[in-house]
């Protein structure tokens, strides 16, 4: 069955329409709409993804493939439950061609709209005013779509009774799972680019590539030449006992320590330690600069200076990584079988890490880093 006069002939009550007052098979034009759907949406969402590099428009096409997929998977059962449920008797096939004429026939016009929205997508880049663009072709799309699928329903099926309610029950439910598909498969639309982009949502629920980013995220900061964070670390009863506030530049540090009770070390509030140099002062002698050696501050610089503190134990080469999205931050967790557990906070505007949490599960302190510059 052609699906092009299939499609286009329900305008002047032919086409599809013929075919199921007659009672013809549908299986061609079933088959034909999937392949059309799939095809179209994969090609505008390729074109929508191509001014943000490959992966991104390969990504872009998958999804849309996908969404499509599922949509109608989902879609046509509703379908046929609901016309069962109100009384209706029509075959699968006759019922099935409702959301596949939607599909099919909002899919041929993404697809015909993806030259423009390739050169859109070329020339505009991130612009975010691009997203209006994409609103008007894809409302069109489906206003088109849902015109097609009304007047089938009205012209294809003799009997009229109880047909109007299944109709609308079933286009509501697939509108909602379109919706559901469309935040289950990665904002495939943001036109920014987001910790998402080259994986998805679901990936990153998975851990597919999580540790690789966790890893990017600390080589960064220890690569940074200006910084500057909040180095916190508790005891087991949850007991501050180490605050710190660094401030690096270059190889240069200032280190203001509010707090130090360490177990077994002299405690310490509201001091200073300079590292100019590679030459090591505090201020510990009742507010008097006095130079000091590396050992002797040890205690205060080994736990709270780059390498270390955005290092992960050796450990978490075989940890299980997670990734969410939620408001405006991404976090990363990791979990080593000995339950140690990292986490990892980005913030979504600048991508830069906000938070740095290391939790232990045996007597050790947990250290906690907190990145308030970057």
């Given at each position: 069955?052609?699906?092009?006069?299939?499609?286009?002939?329900?305008?002047?009550?032919?086409?599809?329409?013929?075919?199921?007052?007659?009672?013809?098979?549908?299986?061609?034009?079933?088959?034909?709409?999937?392949?059309?759907?799939?095809?179209?949406?994969?090609?505008?969402?390729?074109?929508?993804?191509?001014?943000?590099?490959?992966?991104?428009?390969?990504?872009?096409?998958?999804?849309?493939?996908?969404?499509?997929?599922?949509?109608?998977?989902?879609?046509?059962?509703?379908?046929?439950?609901?016309?069962?449920?109100?009384?209706?008797?029509?075959?699968?096939?006759?019922?099935?061609?409702?959301?596949?004429?939607?599909?099919?026939?909002?899919?041929?016009?993404?697809?015909?709209?993806?030259?423009?929205?390739?050169?859109?997508?070329?020339?505009?880049?991130?612009?975010?005013?691009?997203?209006?663009?994409?609103?008007?072709?894809?409302?069109?799309?489906?206003?088109?779509?849902?015109?097609?699928?009304?007047?089938?329903?009205?012209?294809?099926?003799?009997?009229?009774?109880?047909?109007?309610?299944?109709?609308?029950?079933?286009?509501?439910?697939?509108?909602?799972?379109?919706?559901?598909?469309?935040?289950f498969l990665?904002?495939?639309?943001?036109?920014?680019?987001?910790?998402?982009v080259g994986?998805?949502?679901?990936?990153?629920?998975?851990?597919?590539?999580?540790?690789?980013?966790?890893?990017?995220?600390?080589?960064?900061?220890?690569?940074?030449?200006?910084?500057?964070?909040?180095?916190?670390?508790?005891?087991?009863?949850?007991?501050?006992?180490?605050?710190?506030?660094?401030?690096?530049?270059?190889?240069?540090?200032?280190?203001?320590?509010?707090?130090?009770?360490?177990?077994?070390?002299?405690?310490?509030?509201?001091?200073?330690?300079?590292?100019?140099?590679?030459?090591?002062?505090?201020?510990?002698?009742?507010?008097?600069?006095?130079?000091?050696?590396?050992?002797?501050?040890?205690?205060y610089l080994?736990?709270?200076?780059?390498?270390?503190?955005?290092?992960?134990?050796?450990?978490?080469?075989?940890?299980?990584?997670?990734?969410?999205?939620?408001?405006?931050?991404?976090?990363?967790?990791?979990?080593?079988?000995?339950?140690?557990?990292?986490?990892?906070?980005?913030?979504?505007?600048?991508?830069?890490?906000?938070?740095?949490?290391?939790?232990?599960?045996?007597?050790?302190?947990?250290?906690?880093?907190?990145?308030?510059?970057?």
């Open positions: 069955m052609n699906i092009f006069a299939s499609l286009f002939g329900i305008f002047r009550q032919g086409g599809l329409v013929s075919a199921i007052r007659e009672g013809k098979q549908l299986r061609g034009f079933a088959i034909s709409a999937i392949l059309v759907s799939i095809l179209g949406g994969g090609l505008y969402g390729l074109a929508m993804g191509a001014g943000l590099g490959i992966d991104t428009a390969v990504n872009n096409s998958l999804k849309m493939g996908l969404i499509v997929v599922f949509g109608l998977l989902f879609s046509i059962p509703i379908f046929w439950i609901a016309y069962r449920l109100l009384g209706r008797e029509e075959k699968l096939s006759q019922v099935a061609a409702i959301p596949l004429t939607f599909g099919a026939s909002v899919s041929i016009l993404l697809a015909i709209t993806s030259p423009v929205v390739f050169m859109l997508s070329v020339l505009a880049g991130f612009s975010p005013d691009a997203i209006y663009i994409h609103i008007v072709i894809i409302d069109l799309a489906v206003i088109v779509g849902f015109y097609l699928g009304g007047t089938l329903v009205f012209h294809g099926f003799p009997d009229r009774k109880r047909l109007v309610a299944p109709n609308v029950i079933g286009f509501l439910m697939m509108g909602v799972i379109i919706v559901v598909l469309i935040n990665s904002p495939f639309l943001s036109l920014q680019p987001t910790f998402s994986t998805d949502r679901l990936k990153d629920g998975l851990g597919i590539g999580v540790a690789q980013k966790a890893d990017q995220t600390l080589a960064a900061i220890n690569a940074a030449d200006h910084i500057s964070y909040k180095f916190q670390t508790t005891n087991q009863n949850g007991d501050l006992i180490q605050d710190y506030t660094i401030n690096r530049a270059g190889e240069d540090y200032l280190i203001d320590v509010h707090l130090h009770t360490v177990p077994g070390e002299a405690s310490h509030s509201n001091k200073r330690i300079w590292i100019v140099d590679n030459q090591h002062y505090t201020d510990f002698d009742d507010g008097r600069v006095n130079q000091v050696t590396r050992s002797e501050i040890a205690a080994d736990s709270s200076l780059p390498p270390n503190v955005f290092t992960l134990p050796a450990d978490f080469h075989t940890a299980a990584w997670r990734a969410y999205e939620s408001r405006s931050q991404y976090t990363i967790t990791g979990t080593t079988q000995a339950l140690i557990q990292a986490t990892l906070i980005l913030d979504a505007s600048s991508m830069r890490l906000a938070d740095f949490k290391l939790d232990s599960s045996d007597k050790s302190p947990t250290s906690t880093t907190h990145i308030t510059e970057i």
